[in-house]
């Protein structure tokens, strides 16, 4: 039986797909805010077109259309990439495999199994056991143990974060609640320290955490168990990293301890 939600969708994902397309645009507009060091449309078109203020121009509101839920097309991504002397990438942020797999029918397997095997070396490491895929070509991808899924989680990086998700779906794909609820988990974990890490990401961040609960953080597993995860958590935590990056963060999906021997997948969190 599939691992249902526990608040269902009321209107067969439609709301969903608009919130994540709007997410998906709003982290390109947060990446050019960033790098400009201003939240305003205008001021924003002014300064990446080139336009001073005294100039008679009528506004084209394209950047308030990026945040509003409309993402640049090829000519603008180009042209923000020259604009920023190449600092700026909007087609990382508008092509990242999150939004692909915050879609409300998960990719299929084989898509799933490819973007674990092209996640980052540190990735690959912990969770194929060959990085490098050097047997023909093949990875091994049996259901990755808790201190695999604890040790990508450790990495605190963009990529662990998507491919956390990933497996996520690979574990809804198999009905599997373990392997569906610990990666979720993990995700949550480390999503204040992406947030934190990547400022594109955190840009109306309440918006995107709303389109990954929906998915991830909203489900009931057997004999109707579910786990809250509360938005007021990533809030407290931003804020307490915002105090002290070195902070330790409260986890759900707990620690992970060295084990005897000398074993670097293991270090102890």
Known sequence: MPIGFRIAPDDEWASHIENVKTAQSTACYGALAAHFGTDSPKIL??????HRPCDQIDFTNKYRRWREGSAP????????HARTAGAVRLDFWRDLPLWELL???????PRLLRLLESASPNVRRILLRDGCGVQQGRFNHSPPTRAQLL???????????IA???????????????????PSACAYDIFPRILYTYRPLRYRWEGLFACIERLYWNRVYMNGLYVDFPLETIRLSLAQLDA????????????????????S????D
Do not use: Y
């Open 103 to 109: 879609a409300p029918q998960s990719p299929p397997m």
């Open 265 to 268: 997948l293991f270090e102890q």
């Open 244 to 263: 002290d990056p070195s902070s330790r963060l409260a986890e759900k999906s707990g620690w992970r301890l060295r084990p005897s021997g000398n074993d």
């Open 45 to 50: 078109e002014r300064r990446v077109d080139e």
């Open 164 to 182: 956390l998700l990933c497996l996520a779906r690979k574990g809804e794909q198999m009905e599997d609640d373990t392997q569906h609820f610990l």
């Open 151 to 161: 040790g990508i989680r450790n990495l605190r990086s963009l990529d662990a974060f």
């Open 73 to 80: 097309n090829k000519v603008s991504v180009a042209h923000i």
